[in-house]
């Protein structure tokens, strides 16, 4: 039975996963993977905006939002790649398409690699195929030991900084302060096993050539994180993928230009599913009896 509505919560391989489930049950699966230090609530955006003609998913990765880990949870970006895979069988999810941001893209795309029948379309949000460098790990070393001495609002202050473009930090207020609530939400032990994670991540760049679903590529035009020439590159690798720069915008895109995003993914997944109709599942009842009972009056007429 499939449960609808926000926080639904899910128990799976000894673990509680949180996860959002919205959208008519016949219609075709989109699946959104939030990025690092974030939750699920970051696509709130997005979900709404798509309810209507899709199934849409998003959850929590493990650790983070309302999902849960112990001291013995193992994180890496193989093993959110097989959570993602053992959530989908637990939903009865057959194949859906995903959409990933920053880390959600690096687990999208370890996901295709391992899994590729399992995915319809790919969306590759302000991410990249390239493994951290040097400079970036010593970075991140650096951070674990910050958030572990300074703790985490300090992390909150700087981080925001840094994934925002300038002029968003005077006109998205209120989605500061929530990419802050989330960041203070989540557990230091989780940061930093994501932090270092995120450190020894393969790179995924060898992959792109043979991927082979619809890819749409988005890239706020002021991410410094994940810059416009990293999407340019993989852009350039995925065949007949689609790149568009969001204007206005840093590393989170959907949050920093929502409206131009979500015009995006519309245009993108309408393409995708074009073939595709939704059909209620009442009308396909309804025909089922009508067909049941033509048949009825078929045969009684042949035994006359």
Known sequence: ??????????????????????GPDDAPV?????????????WK????????????????????????????????????????IYFMDALKIDKASLCGLSMGGYIALNAIE?????FESLVLCDTSCFPDTPETIEKRMKTVESIE????????????????????QTTKVAEIAAVKEMILATSIQSLS???????????????LPHIQVPVLIMVGEEDTITPPVTATYMH????????????????????????????????????VYKDQRTI???????FVEQLRDKMKSVIALLTI
């Open 193 to 207: 096993k994501t932090l270092l994670a995120l450190c020894v991540r393969k790179e995924t760049c060898t992959l």
């Open 114 to 118: 391992n899994y590729p029948h399992r």
């Open 149 to 168: 001495k300074n703790g985490l609002l300090n992390y909150a202050d700087n981080s925001v900084k840094i994934l925002f473009a300038p002029q968003s």
């Open 45 to 84: 955006k997005q979900l709404k905006a798509l309810k209507e003609q899709y199934r849409v998913i998003a959850y929590d990765v493990r650790g983070h939002g309302e999902s849960e880990s112990t001291d013995e949870t193992t994180f890496s970006i193989e093993n959110f790649a097989h959570d993602l």
């Open 280 to 286: 209620p599942s009442e009308v396909i009842t309804s």
């Open 236 to 271: 350039e690798n995925i065949k007949q993928s689609i790149l568009h720069v969001i204007k206005h915008a840093g590393h989170l895109s959907n949050l920093e230009n929502s409206a131009d995003f979500n015009k995006q993914l519309k245009t993108f997944f309408a393409s």
């Open 1 to 22: 039975m499939r449960y609808f509505g926000k926080n639904i919560n899910l128990f799976l391989n000894n673990l509680m996963v949180c996860y959002t489930d919205d």
């Open 30 to 42: 989109l699946i959104f993977i939030h990025g690092f230090p974030l939750n699920k609530s970051m």
